[in-house]
T-cell receptor
């Protein structure tokens, strides 16, 4: 079983819809990351969070440490939001390789005009 | 700042050939990483470095080697390329493990 699971794998939405992407993990973590991979391949970091909620523009990320679950929400979605969204976690213990990121397989989002 | 740069962007290798993927960052980051991304799979860590002169294996190191002689550069060496090494390779860097990582644009490698 993968340590980081994302759902759904693929998501198609109409422009303007509210979108939710989910991430569940099975290890103790120090932080959870949400990344965006553009259709051209580049990867950028959207959020890094260890508790609560963060907001940036139309993007909101939440995390529930007790339930080992995080969600990424996109409000008023737009075709330019079409990308692969990747969840990654860093282990709670920083020693050795434990602090390195473990990645989910990504959620491919397509927003239609 | 250029951020994290990678060269080349694309490369086709024949089985058994060798090559070096270059990665450079200009943000004075201590930590650098090499990942590979295969279709439908999450990014997998190949090698990482916590500072100049220090490297360590990640999850999938076989068939690869790295060096870190300077803070800025972290080249990835493929010896005796195999079809299983066909993938997209990303280099990333960060100040410490508790910060976000900055990714390079990727190198798409095909081994035939």
């Amino acid at each position: 079983k993968n340590e980081v699971e994302q759902s759904p794998q693929n998501l198609t939405a109409q422009e303007g819809e509210f979108i939710t992407i989910n991430c569940s993990y099975s290890v103790g973590i120090s932080a959870l990351h949400w990344l965006q991979q553009h259709p051209g391949g580049g990867i950028v970091s959207l959020f890094m969070l260890s508790s609560g909620k963060k907001k940036h523009g139309r993007l909101i990320a939440t995390i529930n440490i007790q339930e080992k679950h995080s969600s990424l929400h996109i409000t008023a979605s737009h075709p330019r939001d079409s990308a692969v969204y990747i969840c990654a976690v860093s282990h709670m213990n920083y020693g050795g390789s434990q602090g390195n990121l473990i990645f989910g397989k990504g959620t491919k989002l397509s927003v239609k005009p | 700042n250029a951020g994290v740069t990678q060269t080349p962007k694309f490369r086709i290798l024949k089985i058994g050939q060798s090559m070096t993927l270059q990665c450079t960052q200009d943000m004075n980051h201590n930590y650098m990483y090499w990942y590979r991304q295969d279709p439908g799979m999450g990014l997998k860590l190949i090698y990482y470095s916590v500072g100049a002169g220090i490297t360590d294996k990640g999850e999938v190191p076989n068939g690869y080697n790295v060096s870190r002689s300077t803070t800025e550069d972290f080249p990835l060496r493929l010896e005796l390329a195999a079809p299983s090494q066909t993938s997209v390779y990303f280099c990333a860097s960060t100040w410490t493990r508790s910060y976000e990582q900055y990714f390079g644009p990727g190198t798409r490698l095909t081994v035939t």
